[in-house]
């Protein structure tokens, strides 16, 4: 399976460095030196990281054999992807909405719903949980609140503030956030 960590976007500069849209949580793991990256479209790679730096906000890269700002030009567009095998089933430093997407959500014993989606936000990222009605909770995907995530079993686990599920049922009940005049 493969899972994609960034769009290539403009040229920048005349040296063949491209801008990227980066879609992983971890930059710094995934775009050194030396990596290679399938490409979609295919005949666009695949693509070998030679270098890569922050300007402001952006992330450059640049690839082995793309030299001129016409041959970064042709690569607007591609995504690119890494092969899910290449990532450490252990790593603890984050998920993928893929491994958490179908995972029963449990508050203890008691099943509450299941993991719908993942919802990267630049603060903290939230987890979708459907319940058994069919509403969408928003959970803060953080240790305090998810202290367990087990892929291989097929749940995660929560410890929710008193009145989270509450609120967020509140809410989608009535079609108004609190505190709206």
Known sequence: MQLQVARIGKPHGIRGEVTVQVLTDAPADRFVPGT???VEPASAGPLTVEGARWNKDILLLAFEGI???????????????????????????????HELV????????????????????????????????????LIPFVEQIVPEVNVAEGFILLTPPDGLFEINSDDAADGEPEGNA
């Open 36 to 38: 290679e990256f399938v």
């Open 67 to 97: 030299e001129t700002r016409n041959q970064a030009e042709t690569l607007r567009g591609a995504k690119l992807f890494i092969e899910t095998e290449e990532l450490d089933e252990d790593d603890d430093e984050g998920w993928y909405e």
């Open 102 to 137: 179908g995972l029963e959500a449990r508050v203890g014993s008691q099943v509450v719903g299941k993991v719908a989606g993942l919802h990267t936000m630049p603060v903290q990222d939230l987890l979708v949980v459907e319940d058994a009605d069919g509403k969408e909770i």
